[in-house]
């Protein structure tokens, strides 16, 4: 059996792609209600009932549920917070940095989380909704601290002869207008799309080949399922970097704009 | 921990934002200046103005990273 018989014959098995990622629950268009909408949705009561229930009774000697909040919240604050924005303002922006870590997560974790297996962040607006309020948020702190014909020309390194002045300003105007924001918001979007995408595969394949396989065929849909399993560990190590990568720019753009030569 | 560990912090911070500033800027350059060279081409009609572009770009984006964080 060659291989293009074998695609003309079997037919019952679609291959996972964008289609898979568009899961309207009520209406349709624009303004429907998908799937991942009501994954955020969800997220953010669970994240509002977990930190409440981890900050409720606080003691010296701290209960499981403290202590996992105290310490996750202790990462962000120190080391994404005050490690690279400085001790000098760095609270101020540790909520927004707490925030942003906590819903990238749970919303990430959401992909392999039974019932809800959708990343949220798989869908690009999300991703880019965070990255506009990063974007908005280091732009207004370095117009604040510059102002905005200073904030401008601290974009140019000093020393730099005139001749590549207008070229190298024009490439760090685009650096901080657009790649940055726009790299930010894909590479999340990217990590969490190709994931989901490469689990569908491996599960919903070897589902496929398992049930409606035959002889070796079946052999190889156990194969994939074991691939499945491994991705989907895999998966966790990706959901939890690409929080933990999101904020740290976060916080490497706002370092960027507190800072006093850029 | 909490004394010792502030004093390390701009040089953290630092290496990490170079590291990543460094990719934008290799990112920045070619698709600013290649896109530039794009629209030229369209513009006159000839075809050598997007490699130029894209290849200027980049040398310029690894030029503005030594001269960042390589020279001094």
Known sequence: MSIVALATEGSGYTSPGVADFWQPLVGNGAFAITRASVAILVSVAVLSWLLLAGTKRMAVVPSKRQFATESTYGLVRNGLGRDIIGSHDFLKFVPLLFTMFVLILLNNLFSIIPVVQFPTMSRVAFPTALALVVFVVYHVVGFRKHGLVGYFKSIIPAGLSVGLMIPIFLLELITDLFTRPVTLALRLFGNMFAGHLLLVLFIGGGEYLLLHGAGAFKLAGVGALGMGFVMTVFEILVQVLQAYIFTLLAALYIAGAVANDH | ?72
Do not use: H, K
């Not at chain 2, 990719?23 to 530039?36: E, I, R, V």
């Not at chain 2, 130029?52 to 964080?69: C, D, E, N």
């Open chain 2, 1 to 72: 921990m909490d004394g010792s560990s502030g004093r390390r912090e701009p040089a953290s911070g630092r290496e990490a934002d170079q590291a990543w500033r460094s990719f934008a800027y290799l990112l920045s350059g070619p698709l600013l200046y290649g896109g530039g060279g794009l629209l030229l081409d369209r513009w006159l009609g000839t075809s050598f103005l997007l490699p130029v572009g894209i290849v200027g770009g980049m040398a310029l984006s690894i030029y503005l990273i030594w001269f960042r964080y390589g020279s001094r």
